[in-house]
């Protein structure tokens, strides 16, 4: 599996509007506040936090709780991105398969569109166990693309689905995995198809921001850009059949 080198699309990242459309307020989080009435402050981890987005929303919703906000991140380029809009956020440097923190120290961790970035899946599912509380929740959050084969992405850039793929685990499989760590597992997924206009699409794939189509050699990049840009010349209401799968996975670390 080939990583994603965020350090070539930092500057841009933030420039995509779904990214801030789909982080919104973490109802997992304001259901696990609620139920802490007599832990503070709470330890909340964002694990792969890349720019700080879903760091910059909650603390504005939590911002009258006793909340202590961490981020953790592989790339320091994404990093000095999220110091630029965060304050009083904890933000470090590190690899998910090797996180610099004590034992059982955060209540709850999430980790928003990054799972499949892990290249050692099982250690980083150890070091979450490690770090987070009993008791705690680990949520992740991601795309499901075996069930969205026909995404955009995957329309016009098919050598993106076969990376993607390399990278995802399938849903059974994270189910296993955290259930044999003796996490408590509910996974959930939404799906939806529709169809799009190519042109409200075309600028996505021209920022390359989307961090498969790093991966996808510059050949296959500009033929996939190619076709789109061809089908918005043509017609530029062209539309095609999109559709697109969420994963929510909630798991609760075992004991008091």
């Given amino acids: 599996m080939k990583p994603a080198d965020f350090s070539k699309i930092a500057d841009v990242y933030d420039y995509n509007s779904f990214r801030h459309e789909e982080i919104g307020v973490d109802h997992t989080l304001k259901s696990f506040v609620k139920d802490q009435t007599n832990v503070a402050p709470l330890h909340v981890l964002d694990l792969a936090c890349g720019t700080g987005i879903y760091l910059n929303h909650q603390k504005r919703y939590f911002q009258k709780q006793p909340i202590k906000w961490y981020g953790a991140d592989a790339s320091d380029e994404m990093l000095h991105k999220a110091k630029e809009k965060l304050q009083d956020v904890s933000l470090t440097q590190a690899l998910a398969e090797n996180l610099p923190y004590r034992d059982e120290v955060f209540h709850y961790i999430c980790s928003n569109y990054a799972f499949h970035h892990f290249t050692n899946k099982e250690t980083a599912l150890d070091e979450v166990k490690r770090v987070l509380k009993k008791g705690g929740v680990f949520k992740i959050h991601n795309i499901n693309p ?106 609760k670390k075992s004991g008091k």
């Fill in 146 to 251: 075996y069930m969205m084969k026909k995404w955009w992405v995957y329309h016009y850039f098919p050598e993106a689905y076969q990376e993607d793929v390399k990278r995802f685990w399938q849903v059974e499989d994270l189910f296993n995995e955290l259930t044999e760590r003796g996490f408590e597992v509910k996974i959930e997924s939404s799906y939806r198809m529709e169809n799009v206009r190519t042109a409200d699409y075309l600028s996505y794939a021209e920022n390359r921001d989307i961090s498969v189509l790093t991966l996808i050699d510059d050949k296959a990049y500009e033929r996939g850009l190619n076709r789109m840009r061809g089908d918005v010349h043509i017609n530029p209401d062209k539309k095609i059949t999109n559709d697109f799968a969420e994963i929510f996975c909630i798991a």
